[in-house]
């Protein structure tokens, strides 16, 4: 039986093939190696922003802390009426405008009053004839007095009967009586024309106050009544500030405390006021309390229904005073304040509370500190965080 032999790989063969191996894996190792990563881009710092501006220090004082909250104008009850006439009829003259300046009892317009002077005419008529009636019947009485004296003296002297007497004495009785008739008369037909005569001093309308013609509502040849005002007239001179203060405030107003009324046209311009009333209800639903003010407004800035600003003083408290330059506004509440305050060699951008100005200054009740250094002007716009540049300042 033959054998037969197992056919067995060349030596040589089995090199070449761990070698090409060994090759590829090598490339493979070598092109992995040679891939280059993108480079990345640092980001640059920002540069620093340098500035040079003016500084001090803080220094607090006590400060009279004001309240503020809106308020309304309003005329006195009495300062400001609609003119209305007393009766209805056609206008026939009208002699103000709006804006004119009037006195108490100042002639504000006429009404046709034709109808009314016939009317007068025809009731003074029977008072004439019974005037003339009256004197008719003094006369006569004049007349039997003297009769009767005559008749007394003959019968003294028996010349005349006593029938004759009371005859005479009867007739004076009759006289007086006539007279007396006649003056009922006379009074009677003096009533007749006193409801037109009222009437007819109603077609002249003045004006009930002194002050300012606020408004005209007619003109010649319209037809008015009481209920249909001819003009408005109001008297500003002094005013009442109706205001709501907010019940949870510190401030604890009494009435005969004075109080300061600005406007925000004229923020410059303070009109002194003292509080007249004050509510002791709370409205729940503004959680305010009512307060009333009595205002001079020599000067008529003040309208009624105007809005404005009242500010009571309250109790003193601790403050900065900082030159109103030194304020800044918020970028994105303009209602709040800022001041730049010097940290470690820079500008920090630092909110405080504020009262209000005052010849230049501004008191700062929260956000600044005894020493604190801070900006005084110019620091508007610059970044917070910026460098304070206290040599550049001092070149």
């Not at 054998?3 to 190792?29: Q, R």
């Not at 108490?104 to 009404?111: E, F, N, P, R």
């Not at 077609?203 to 040849?221: C, D, E, H, M, Y």
């Not at 307060?291 to 105007?306: A, V, Y």
Request: hydrophobic share 45%; net charge neutral; aromatic share 4%.
């Amino acid at each position: 039986m033959t054998m037969m032999k197992n056919k067995l790989p060349h030596p040589s063969s089995c090199f070449f093939s761990k070698l090409l191996v060994t090759l590829g894996l090598c490339a493979s190792l070598l092109q992995a190696c040679t891939k280059q990563e993108p480079p990345k881009h640092e980001e640059e710092p920002e540069p620093e922003h340098h500035v040079s501006l003016p500084t001090m220090r803080v220094t607090t004082t006590m400060v009279q802390k004001h309240l503020t909250f809106p308020g309304k104008v309003t005329a006195l009850p009495d300062h400001s009426v609609s003119v209305t006439p007393n009766l209805a009829g056609k206008i026939t003259k009208v002699l103000v405008v709006p804006g004119q300046v009037v006195s108490k009892g100042q002639l504000i317009a006429l009404l046709d009053d034709q109808q009314l002077v016939a009317q007068l005419q025809q009731t003074t008529a029977p008072q004439r004839t019974a005037l003339n009636q009256v004197v008719q019947a003094k006369i006569a009485l004049d007349l039997a007095q003297k009769n009767l004296t005559r008749s007394e003296a003959l019968f003294a002297k028996d010349i005349v009967a006593e029938k004759d007497v009371i005859a005479a004495r009867s007739q004076v009785e009759l006289c007086k009586a006539q007279v007396e008739a006649a003056e009922a008369r006379v009074a009677e037909a003096k009533v007749a024309p006193l409801n037109v005569t009222t009437q007819l001093a109603w077609t002249k309308v003045f004006s009930p106050i002194a002050g300012v013609i606020a408004q005209r509502f007619l003109n010649v040849g319209d037809m008015t009544d009481p209920s249909k005002p001819i003009a408005h007239v109001v008297n500003l001179s002094t005013v009442i500030i109706d205001a709501n203060m907010p019940a949870d405030s510190p401030a604890d107003p009494k009435v005969g405390q004075t109080a300061i009324i600005t406007t925000v046209a004229l923020p410059g311009i303070k009109y002194g006021a003292t509080i007249t009333a004050i509510s002791p209800i709370v409205d729940t639903a503004k959680n305010t309390v009512s307060i009333q003010l009595l205002c001079r407004n020599d000067h008529g800035r003040l309208k009624e229904g105007q809005q404005v600003v009242v500010s009571i003083a309250t109790v003193a408290t601790k403050a900065a005073l900082v030159p109103q330059t030194s304020i800044v506004p918020g970028a994105d509440d303009p209602a709040e304040h800022f001041v730049y305050v010097v940290r470690s060699g820079k500008l920090k951008l630092t909110k405080v509370a504020v009262g209000d100005a005052a010849d230049g200054k501004v008191p700062v009740f929260e956000g600044l500190s005894d020493g604190d250094e801070f900006v005084t002007s110019g620091a508007y716009g610059v970044p917070d965080g910026a460098i304070l540049d206290r040599g550049a300042l001092a070149k």
